[in-house]
Structures are given as C-alpha cells and as structure tokens.
C-alpha cells in the first residue's frame, strides 16, 4: 500500500515540477535570446543566437531547478490536500514521518536528476554555447580569438598571449624563479602549443639567463617544456567556473593550492554547487509542511505565490552570500551552505506543527 502511495506522490510532484520547470525554462530564455540579441556581430546572428540560447537551457534547468522542485511540489501537493486526499492518506494510518518519508524519495530521485545535469550534462553545453559564440563573433578578426592567460607552475609563471580553443598560444613569456624569490631566467617563443603527450613544444625559443659571473642567452627555433600543467588544466583556467564540472572545478581547486594561489572563486562555486543540488532533496519535504498548514484549503494562486516568494528568497540569499563571502574573504563552505541550512531549520520547525 505505502509502495502504491509513493509512486503516486512522487508521479503527482514529478508531473507539476515538469511542467513548472518547462515555464520558468521559458522565461529565462526568453530573456537569454532577448539579451544576446542586443550583441550580435560578425557571423554571431539571430540562427546562431537561437543556437546558443538551447544550449545554455540545461544549465539554466539546472540552477532553476530547486526553485522549480519548491513550486511544483506545492502545486502538486496542495491539489491533493484540496481534494482531500492527504487527509485521507492520515485517516489511513499514514504519519507526518511516513508521509515526509515519501515525499523525501521524489526529492531524492530529483536529486539525482540534479545532480546528473549539473554535472555531465550543463557544464559542457554550457562551455561548447560561449566558445561557438566567441568564434562566431570574431570569426574574421583572429588576433581577438582565445584568451590572454598567466599560468603558474611551481616556480615558473607563464604568460600567454593568445590561448584557442586548439590550445595554439601564440607568443609566450617565460619568467623563472629560484626557491628564494630570485628572477634565474626570462624566456620568450614565438609560438607554442601542448602536444598530445602534455609536453609543451615552443618554437622560436630565446632565453636569457642571469648567472652570477654574467648573463647568457641560448636561442632555438624549437625547445621542449615539461610543466605539471597539462592542456586540461590550462583549459579549465580558460573557462568561468559555472560552465565547470564539479570533478573540473575540483581538479584546478588542487592546481591552485598546489601553487599556492587564491581559490576562493572556485570554491565558492563548488560548494554553492553542492548545497543548490542537495536543497532539491529539502524542497518538497517543505512544500509538505505548508501543504498542511493554511495552505490546505487555499487555491494554486496562493501556493504559487508561497513557492515563487521562498524561492527567490532562496536564490537571491544564495548569490548574495556568494559573492559577498568572496569580497569579505568568508569561509566558502559555511557561506554556500548557510540559505540551505535555514530552509532545513524551517522545514523541520514547520513539520513540528504540523498536527
């Protein structure tokens, strides 16, 4: 009986979800195509600007997704209360535990779904959607194509003027330090790029190195570089973080430490990343709790408007704490995870009342 229960619930929320996500996916799109608009140029028109706008969706989907969850279950759970359907749940035996119990397994098959798009799914659509656009944009102009990168390797910084989604570099400059902070070497090629065994392969080499008896310079037109940063993550450090996997956004928090640079960015990111996917298994474990409430006997304008008000309530509070724990250097984690947090306060608070 519980078994038929539950897939009846989790059938009624996934429906509402569905469709709530389908409407709110709408809108940011909307938007998304309205303000690519206002910048298109070169090969970068309207057909490209609908292409990019559909590959972004599941990334948009993504971080809309537990402020849908919210709405639909409210919607969905609230349609069962008005028809009396919950209450004839309770008559049958069924607790407040046992009903959360099933709420709670359609949060966490949405939590998987969550968690299996913002991980293998967004992020690369979402990297591949801006790539396409810059090359469209700048197709006929290819000095303004890649991006200018600094990249630190232990005790050598590299600067790189040109990176293409090809990992051709053009010129780079090679700075070289001793363990006490000294300048050992200043290098520059004219072109490079990372071969399929990771080795960097500079061509046009000249280095100039400061000796203690003098200064030498060696020349080669084509000299082989091993660093510990690999054509992965150099093109990690090219991407905005919100276009990364989270094993991606793990990976070069590593990189970072490792060489003793500021990670915060990244960790917010992942953290914030973590706690938005976890939030979904809360949701409509809270849709349940003011289901029972006054929300019982009120109509969907009502519960539509106590979803949309918690969950942009929700989603402002999060960005807010992002980006401030990263101007006030803030703990990251304790910064991602404090919105998520509350809104578990308040759903075991509500479920408490419940009678």
Not at 34 to 59: F, H, K, S, W
Request: aromatic share 10%; with cysteine.
């Amino acid at each position: 009986m519980n078994a038929i229960l539950s897939q009846y619930m989790l059938r009624t929320i996934l429906t509402t979800t569905v469709l709530v996500l389908v409407v709110l996916l709408a809108l940011a799109g909307l938007f998304e195509f309205i303000a690519e608009l206002d910048d298109t140029r070169g090969n970068y028109q309207t057909p490209q600007v609908v292409l990019y706008t559909a590959l972004r969706l599941p990334q948009l989907a993504f971080e809309l997704l537990p402020i849908a969850v919210l709405i639909g279950s409210l919607l969905g759970l609230g349609a069962l209360a008005a028809n009396s359907e919950i209450i004839v749940m309770r008559s049958a035996g069924l607790s407040i535990m046992k009903l959360s119990g099933m709420v709670a397994l359609t949060g966490f098959v949405l939590f998987v779904c969550t968690g299996l798009l913002g991980e293998f799914i967004g992020p690369p659509l979402d990297y591949f959607a801006r790539n396409m656009r810059l090359e469209a944009r700048f197709e006929h102009d290819e000095d303004r194509l890649g991006n200018e990168a600094w990249i630190k390797d232990d005790n050598v910084f590299l600067h790189l003027e040109r990176v293409s989604s090809e990992f051709e570099f053009g010129r780079v400059y090679m700075f070289r330090f001793d363990d006490s902070n000294e300048l050992e070497s200043i290098a520059q090629a004219d072109n490079s790029g990372i071969g399929d065994d990771d080795r960097w392969l500079l061509e046009n080499f000249r280095e100039t190195r400061f000796r203690d008896d003098g200064v030498q310079v060696v020349e080669t037109s084509l000299a082989v570089e091993s660093f510990n940063v690999d054509a992965e993550v150099l093109g990690i450090s090219l991407v905005k973080p919100q276009s990364l996997s989270g094993r991606g956004l793990y990976g070069y928090i590593s990189y970072l430490k490792r060489n003793s640079l500021e990670s915060e960015r990244y960790e917010t990111e992942l953290w914030y990343r973590i706690a938005r996917t976890a939030t979904v298994l809360v949701m409509p474990v809270l849709a349940l709790a003011f289901v029972f409430g006054s929300l019982r006997t009120g109509g969907a304008g009502g519960r539509l408007m106590v979803g949309v008000v918690i969950g942009l309530t929700y989603y402002l509070a999060s960005e807010m704490l992002a980006n401030s724990g990263q101007v006030f250097d803030l703990n990251p984690a304790i910064i991602a995870w404090l919105p998520s947090a509350l809104l578990l306060l308040v759903t075991i608070i509500a479920l408490t009342r419940v009678r």
